[in-house]
């Protein structure tokens, strides 16, 4: 079975409902490493999107894919940056719950 013979709207079903998935533990989810792969689980949508309507829409040429690896990129980066922050945050305060990180109030 080649690319071809699955329709752009299989591929934008499973983006979206990846996408769905991602927003849903961001909002319901207290622990900040959940949070943080939840942000890759949408970015990973996004990479899906980016190469199915590459696939469909450019043929030969290489936009989306370029895309693709942008983003992929900015996740790694996001990640890691992400995962410093919380290792320092987790040997202050020794916890991981987003409700009780409160460094900017007074």
Same mark, same amino acid.
């Given at each position: 079975?080649?690319?071809?013979?699955?329709?752009?709207? $299989?591929?934008?079903?499973?983006?979206a #409902?990846?996408?769905?998935? =991602?927003?849903?533990?961001?909002? @319901? *989810?207290? @622990?900040?490493? /959940?949070v &943080?792969?939840?942000?890759?689980?949408?970015l990973n949508a996004v990479?899906? @999107?980016?190469m199915? #309507? *590459?696939?469909?829409l450019?043929?030969?040429?290489?936009r =989306?894919?370029?895309?693709?690896?942008?983003?992929?990129?900015? !996740?790694? !980066?996001e $990640? !890691?940056? =992400? &995962?410093a922050i919380?290792? *320092? &945050?987790?040997?202050? /305060?020794?916890?991981?719950?987003?409700?009780?990180? @409160?460094?900017? /109030?007074?």
């Amino acid at each position: 079975m080649t690319a071809e013979a699955i329709p752009l709207q $299989a591929y934008l079903t499973v983006a979206a #409902f990846l996408f769905c998935i =991602g927003v849903w533990g961001l909002i @319901n *989810s207290r @622990n900040a490493v /959940r949070v &943080l792969m939840c942000i890759e689980l949408m970015l990973n949508a996004v990479n899906l @999107n980016l190469m199915a #309507f *590459s696939n469909y829409l450019d043929g030969q040429l290489v936009r =989306g894919q370029v895309f693709a690896i942008f983003v992929i990129t900015v !996740a790694a !980066a996001e $990640a !890691a940056v =992400g &995962l410093a922050i919380l290792l *320092s &945050l987790y040997r202050n /305060r020794e916890t991981v719950d987003m409700e009780k990180f @409160n460094l900017l /109030r007074w």
